[in-house]
C-alpha cells in the first residue's frame, strides 16, 4: 500500500496535527534561543568570516521561520476541515476513514530534515567561535 492511499481514522489524523503544532512551537523557540546565540557569536568575534556566517545563519533561521509558518497553516487547514467534517457528518465519524495527508507528512518530513542540518552546521559553527 503506497502513502498516498493510506487512509487513517480522524482521530489518527488529529493526534498527528497536534504533535506536529506542538513540534513547530518547539522549532520556533528553539530558533529563538539560536538568535540570541548568534547575538553572543557577533559581540565576542566581529570578523568579516564571522559576519557574514552569522548574516547566513540569521537568514536561513529567517527562511525555517517561513517555512514552520506556511506548515502550521497547512496543518491547521486541515484540522479545520476535519472538524467542519465531523460538525456535518456526526454518526460514526470515529469509523470513517480519510485519506492520509501525506503531503503535510512529506513536507514535515522535509523540514526535519533541513532544519537538523542547519542545527548540526549552526553547532558547529559556534563551537569555532565561542
Same mark, same amino acid.
Given at each position: 500500500?503506497?502513502t498516498a492511499t493510506r487512509t487513517?481514522h480522524?482521530d489518527e489524523? +488529529?493526534?498527528? /496535527? ?6 513547530a512551537?518547539?522549532?520556533s523557540?528553539e530558533?529563538k534561543?539560536y538568535q540570541?546565540r548568534?547575538?553572543?557569536? %557577533?559581540s565576542k ?7 557574514k556566517?552569522?548574516? /547566513?545563519?540569521?537568514?536561513?533561521f529567517? %527562511?525555517q521561520k517561513?517555512?514552520l509558518?506556511?506548515?502550521n +497553516?497547512h496543518?491547521n487547514? /486541515? ?11 456526526? %454518526?460514526?465519524?470515529?469509523k470513517?476513514l480519510f485519506?492520509d +495527508? ?6 514535515v518530513?522535509?523540514?526535519k ?6 542545527k548540526s552546521?549552526f ?5 569555532a +567561535?565561542?
Amino acid at each position: 500500500m503506497t502513502t498516498a492511499t493510506r487512509t487513517k481514522h480522524i482521530d489518527e489524523l +488529529h493526534f498527528e /496535527h497536534q504533535l506536529w503544532l506542538n513540534e513547530a512551537k518547539f522549532y520556533s523557540d528553539e530558533l529563538k534561543i539560536y538568535q540570541k546565540r548568534l547575538e553572543e557569536v %557577533i559581540s565576542k568575534n566581529n570578523a568579516d568570516d564571522v559576519r557574514k556566517k552569522v548574516e /547566513h545563519f540569521q537568514n536561513q533561521f529567517i %527562511i525555517q521561520k517561513e517555512q514552520l509558518d506556511i506548515l502550521n +497553516h497547512h496543518v491547521n487547514e /486541515h484540522e479545520q476541515w476535519l472538524t467542519k467534517y465531523a460538525k456535518e457528518n456526526p %454518526i460514526a465519524i470515529d469509523k470513517k476513514l480519510f485519506a492520509d +495527508h501525506a503531503v503535510i507528512n512529506d513536507k514535515v518530513e522535509t523540514f526535519k530534515k533541513i532544519y537538523a542540518d542547519l542545527k548540526s552546521e549552526f553547532y558547529k559553527f559556534v563551537a569555532a +567561535h565561542l
